[in-house]
């Protein structure tokens, strides 16, 4: 069950990226970017959705803390910091929002439903780091700090989605033991 919404994820996620078409005359360099621009929407919007869609209202609320920490560090350090963009176009490079946005997102996937499921959201992860070095706004440690800033935010608020539907039970009666495990589906 999980698997087949998770390919449904990944069609939306695909059918999303394809709304977005860059014309012919655009320089590469500018449909990447734009791409990365697109990603930082799509991402968060369809790991949200998907957490609605298999009715995981923990999860739901895991990723919306998960997400509002990411947003407030990430920031609050480009304000208090101050890095000047590699492009000089303003003084908000460090950490890249980019970056931790859609790294939140990617690993919320992995540490709630599992790795084989984040796979795809770390590839577009990736690509949208990549995407804002190769437009001039951050530097690879822009992008590391957003990444580390990302991932950090789902460990702290997100638990894996299977212990809800495991349970482990011992009891202890007049000198006999009971153990108990019980799986639901």
Do not use: C
Not at 32 to 45: H, K, N, S
Not at 62 to 81: D, M, P, R
């Amino acid at each position: 069950m999980l698997h087949i919404v998770f390919r449904k994820f990944l069609i939306i996620i695909v059918l999303l990226l394809g709304i977005h078409h860059t014309y012919e005359g655009v320089a590469q360099n500018k449909a990447i970017e734009t791409t990365g621009d697109v990603l930082l929407f799509v991402l968060p919007v369809s790991t949200l959705a998907t957490t609605f869609i298999i009715g995981d209202k923990k999860g739901s609320w895991q990723f919306t803390k998960a997400f509002l920490l990411n947003e407030a560090i990430t920031f609050g350090l480009k304000f208090t910091i101050q890095k000047e963009r590699p492009d000089g176009s303003n003084e908000y490079s460090f950490p890249s929002g980019h970056t931790s946005t859609t790294f939140q997102s990617a690993s919320f996937i992995h540490r709630r439903y599992g790795f084989k499921y984040s796979i795809p959201a770390y590839v577009l992860a990736g690509f949208t780091a990549y995407s804002r070095i190769e437009s001039d706004k951050h530097d690879g440690w822009d992008v590391l700090a957003g990444a580390v800033i990302g991932v950090g935010s789902s460990l702290i608020f997100t638990t894996p989605y299977q212990q809800e539907h495991m349970e482990l039970t011992f009891n202890k009666s007049n000198g006999t033991y009971l153990l108990g495990f019980n799986f639901k589906f």
